[in-house]
C-alpha cells in the first residue's frame, strides 16, 4: 500500500509513520518541514507546497492522510487567515486534486477544537460541532 502523509514531519506524522513503515506501507511525505526532518530514511519526500500538488503528483497512491495545517488556538489567533489557508483550504484542495488522481482514500485528521470550550464533558463523532474560535471553525470547514 503506498500512503502520502501531508504534514508528515510533525507531531502526530513523526509517531504514526513508523507504524506505517513497521506494517508494510510504502509512505511518502509533503511538508513544510518547519520543525525539521527527522524522518526514516526509507521516507519518500515531494519537496512541494500542497497548494502546488498536482494530479499526476497523486497518481498511483492509495491512500492520502492529512495531518498537516496549524496545530491550535494560539497560532490561529496569530493569524486568522493564514489559519483558514493551512487548515480549510489545503486539505479541500488536497481533497479534490487526489480524488481527481484516483485516490480511493483521503483521511483528514481533525481536531477536538471543533466542539467548541467544553469542561467535563466527552464528545465523539455523533455529537453537535459549534466552535466560535478561528481555529476549531477552520478545522470543522476542512
Avoid at 38 to 43: E, G, R, T, W, Y
Avoid at 77 to 105: E, Q
Amino acid at each position: 500500500m503506498r500512503t502520502l502523509v501531508a504534514g508528515g514531519a510533525g507531531y502526530v506524522g513523526s509517531a504514526l509513520i513508523p507504524t506505517l513503515l513497521e506494517r508494510g506501507q510504502s509512505v511518502d511525505v509533503v511538508d513544510l518541514f518547519w520543525f525539521g526532518n527527522q524522518l526514516d530514511k526509507q521516507v519518500g519526500i515531494l519537496h512541494k507546497d500542497i497548494f502546488d500538488l498536482t494530479v499526476e503528483d497523486l497518481k498511483g497512491y492509495d491512500t492520502v492522510l492529512f495531518l498537516a495545517g496549524l496545530s491550535n488556538d494560539p497560532m490561529a489567533d496569530f493569524s486568522p487567515s493564514k489559519n483558514f489557508v493551512f487548515n480549510a483550504a489545503s486539505p479541500a484542495y488536497l481533497a479534490y486534486t487526489a480524488k481527481k488522481a484516483g485516490v480511493k482514500r483521503f483521511v483528514y485528521a481533525s481536531s477536538c477544537s471543533v466542539y467548541g470550550y467544553t469542561e467535563n464533558e466527552l464528545f465523539d463523532e455523533d455529537c453537535p460541532v459549534s466552535s466560535s474560535y478561528p481555529y476549531g471553525i477552520s478545522k470543522l470547514q476542512g
